[in-house]
T-cell receptor, first 108, second 115 residues
Framework: AQRVTQPEKLLSVFKGAPVELKCNYSYSGSPELFWYVQYSRQRLQLLLRHISRESIKGFTADLNKGETSFHLKKPFAQEEDSAMYYCALKMTGNQFYFGTGTSLTVIP | EPEVTQTPSHQVTQMGQEVILRCVPISNHLYFYWYRQILGQKVEFLVSFYNNEISEKSEIFDDQFSVERPDGSNFTLKIRSTKLEDSAMYFC?????????????FGPGTRLTVL
């Protein structure tokens, strides 16, 4: 069963434009959602998680349990935001389910 | 800043051979993980390890896989008899606490190619 869906494999936006990377999940319990980012030639790293309600590098993500979504947003995209973004769901225990990822390209 | 390291960066092996992928987690971390990513597909959880035993494993982690912490620093993933479909990027991660409360730090990965 597909637990995390990222519908866009590729997303291109112009610098300064808003960006939204979509993530939907499937889980009937209390989910913990995360966004991970992988910049070119770098390792996977945590960007943010819903329980922290934080904004990292201008990105925010709100957990919407009604829509089972955890979309990642940034009002003004920067060139350095170009990367691969993965949404991840943690259910009970330590098992993470990752989405297939969205490759974001910010066009100068 | 401390980092998770993995060796080798690329491993090529013949089908049926055993491989051992090595990871050195961050020194004060207590929880360790292995993931894999087949080319073009999503990152998949394999196993988590805590207190010298497997705490959780996915359906992918069958009898041909095993993990070990042979000493105080290394964390290894062994694939007993490799298959073509084991070709993937294997990522090790570690966290200080249980992953929901803490950040998982990923290594750079080992690319395994099975011929």
């Amino acid at each position: 069963a597909q637990r995390v869906t990222q519908p866009e494999k590729l997303l291109s936006v112009f610098k300064g434009a808003p960006v939204e990377l979509k993530c939907n999940y499937s889980y009937s319990g209390s989910p913990e959602l995360f966004w991970y980012v992988q910049y070119s030639r770098q390792r996977l790293q945590l960007l943010l998680r819903h329980i922290s309600r934080e904004s990292i590098k201008g990105f925010t993500a709100d957990l919407n349990k009604g829509e089972t979504s955890f979309h990642l947003k940034k009002p003004f995209a920067q060139e350095e935001d170009s990367a691969m973004y993965y949404c991840a769901l943690k259910m009970t225990g330590n098992q993470f389910y990752f989405g297939t990822g969205t490759s974001l390209t910010v066009i100068p | 800043e401390p980092e998770v390291t993995q060796t080798p960066s690329h491993q090529v092996t013949q089908m049926g051979q055993e491989v051992i992928l090595r990871c050195v987690p961050i020194s004060n971390h207590l929880y360790f993980y292995w993931y894999r990513q087949i080319l073009g597909q999503k990152v998949e959880f394999l196993v988590s390890f805590y207190n010298n035993e497997i705490s959780e494993k996915s359906e992918i982690f069958d009898d041909q896989f095993s993990v070990e912490r042979p000493d105080g620093s290394n964390f290894t993933l062994k694939i007993r008899s490799t298959k073509l479909e084991d070709s993937a990027m294997y990522f090790c991660a570690s966290s200080e606490f249980s992953s929901g409360r803490d950040t998982q730090y990923f290594g750079p990965g080992t690319r395994l190619t099975v011929l």
